[in-house]
């Protein structure tokens, strides 16, 4: 059973920093190698932040978000990061991780993931 964990939430004001760390368990049988970084805010559907191939040093990025964030990994340790830079209230909202997932005319879908953390929440004041 793969377990997920994600840690680094925090509340900061506008502008501010913060990063995130997703660790996973039993990485052999995690199977499809993409991972990714999903948030949601209150009221509001699930949406993909960026997203990674296990072996890859380059991200995708939803529009919202590129130019700010940084998605990387650590293959040796099995554990994805995401550096959230300027942010803004309106990143406020849970950040998943999601790992074991595949390409499919993009990575930044819930559906190709079946591996998810409970989240970490993140809250930015203006």
């Known amino acids: 059973q793969v377990q997920v964990v994600e840690s680094g939430g925090g509340s900061v004001q506008a502008g501010g920093s913060l990063r995130l760390s997703c660790a996973a368990s039993d990485s052999d049988e995690i199977g499809y190698p993409y991972m990714a970084w999903f948030r949601q805010a209150p009221g509001k559907e699930r949406e993909g932040v960026a997203c990674i191939a296990h072996t890859s040093i380059a991200g995708h990025y939803a529009d919202s978000v590129r130019d700010r964030f940084t998605i990387s990994t650590d293959k040796a340790n099995n554990t994805l990061y995401l550096q959230m830079n300027d942010l803004k209230p309106e990143d406020t909202g849970m950040y998943y991780c999601?790992?074991?997932?595949?390409?499919?005319?993009?990575?930044?879908?819930?559906?190709?993931?079946?591996?998810w953390g409970q989240g970490t929440q993140v809250t930015v004041s203006s």
């Open positions: 999601a790992r074991g997932g595949r390409y499919s005319s993009g990575c930044l879908r819930v559906e190709l993931y079946p591996y």
